[in-house]
């Protein structure tokens, strides 16, 4: 047990000193944890990156997690664990997620994993809803045709498929993975089935900046209105974009 604790402590030492060599000027100290209960370990461990209401940190580029389904959280932890996502130093941000991934038991995950669905989604708001110089009704029907049939037509993703919610992230942060798919830094590995899936989605169908930027601009009108009530917020998930229903009113 006493080992365990010193290898976590070691393990946590070396990411931050990874952290630095990225040229990253904000080092979040991040203090080795035995407890075993979700809270507990979210506040000690993921809120040093993940905010304290697991709404993100854009200049760690860690994204918003708060609500994220179990099914999900608990495969990228898997993925993290066993080397198909973060394997690659150059891809700071993953190598990073890995190494915390790897320094938690078993047990703690699945506690961490259960508390992190049950925080309140974040709605994106401000930078990190808008995308400079995208056209989310081009972004729309690229959506329509190439992603909703895995991720949903409101964006709340499957389970069936293994795709994620889309709501709730950064703008910033959907466009970083869809890059990081793109150039091999994720969905790389070969035993990442469902990585794989994006990689070919991404390099198939979004064939430049522009396509990638319109369609995140649309993926984030799917977010509700971050000062509506909660109920509101509710229906407007359900309803899908309010810029889709504009159109779907007008014919
Ligand atoms: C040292 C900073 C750091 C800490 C501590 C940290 N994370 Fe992360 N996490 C990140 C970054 C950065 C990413 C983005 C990785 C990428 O770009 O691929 C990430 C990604 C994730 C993802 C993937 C999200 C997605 O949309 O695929 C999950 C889930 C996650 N973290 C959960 C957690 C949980 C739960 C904890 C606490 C046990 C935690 N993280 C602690 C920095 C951190
Ligand atoms: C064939 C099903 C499928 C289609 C079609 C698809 N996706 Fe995905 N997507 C997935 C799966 C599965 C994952 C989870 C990959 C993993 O486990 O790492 C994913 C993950 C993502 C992620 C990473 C989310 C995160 O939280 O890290 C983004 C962004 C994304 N998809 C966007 C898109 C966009 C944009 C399109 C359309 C151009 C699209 N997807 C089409 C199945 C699909």
New binding site residues.
Partial sequence: MKIKRHHLAFVLLSISAAVMQAADPVVPVVAPTKATDGKTIFQTVCAQCHGNNGEGKVELKS?SIAG?PSW?VD??FT?FREGR?GHDAADPQSFMMAAIAKALQPEQINAVVEHVEKMPMVVPQGQNREMAEASAQAGMQ??QE??M???RYNASGEMA????P?LG?QGW??AD??KK?KTGK??AHKS?V??A??VQ??NF??EDDQMLRD??AY?MTLNPDPNASKETQEKQILEGSPFESARTAQR
């Fill in positions: 994204p994220m999900y495969t990228q993925n996502r690229l959506f190439r992603c049939e895995c991720h498929f293994g795709s994620p889309l992230r942060y959907l993975q869809l798919f994720r969905g990442d469902n990585g899936k994006m989605i991404s169908f979004i369609v995140v993926i």
